[in-house]
């Protein structure tokens, strides 16, 4: 039982999944069925980042190196720019100050873990599922407006009645 509970995500994901596909296969309109693929599309990606979390895992920002930028408040010729070195040096010290704030949580997120490491969390799984978010908007828009088109030309939307059409031609 308490697998059950602990897994619920997973029980939403199916019964969305099943909603979707009963509307996409039961119903005759074609704007129902439009909405029943997008509820489907929606348990498919809530799936995915279910998958992608990682219990106790911290985003994977690397706090390494400046990378060459220490010489950002200098001007082609390698001298300070007026007032520059100034605001820059106030940046690297609150730079320095954020490192160090985010090397002690992370620090904690490793002792919390009980390991010596840190445990990060995958952020791909994440970034495919918003292009993917992206995708579907845009193929739902382009079914809505072939609707819309199917409307004008046959005056209903019954998937029915278009085919009872068609073979009447």
């Known amino acids: ?14 019964l969305l999944m099943m909603v979707g596909f009963y509307i996409l296969i039961s119903r005759g309109n074609l704007v129902k069925k439009l909405l029943g693929l997008s509820l489907f ?15 106790g895992g ?8 400046h ?22 040096e106030v940046l690297a010290n609150a730079a320095a100050e954020v490192a160090q704030a985010a090397g002690q949580t992370a620090e904690a997120a490793g002792h919390a873990s009980g390991a010596g490491e840190v445990l990060y969390s ?5 970034v495919l599922i918003l292009t993917a978010i992206v995708v579907g908007i845009a193929t739902t828009a ?10 004008e030309s046959y005056g209903t939307i019954e998937e029915d009645e278009i085919h009872d059409m068609d073979e009447s031609l």
């Open 142 to 151: 382009v079914g809505l407006s072939l609707v819309i088109r199917i409307k």
């Open 67 to 88: 990378g060459g930028d220490d010489h950002a408040a200098e001007d082609a010729g390698g001298h300070a720019v007026g007032g520059a070195d100034q605001a820059a």
């Open 1 to 14: 039982m308490n697998f059950l509970v602990g897994h619920y995500n997973y029980e939403v994901v199916i």
């Open 122 to 126: 995958n952020p791909l799984p994440h």
């Open 41 to 55: 599309q929606t348990s498919v990606f809530i799936m995915y980042i279910s998958l992608g979390k990682v219990a």
């Open 58 to 65: 911290t985003a994977p920002i690397l706090m390494g190196g």
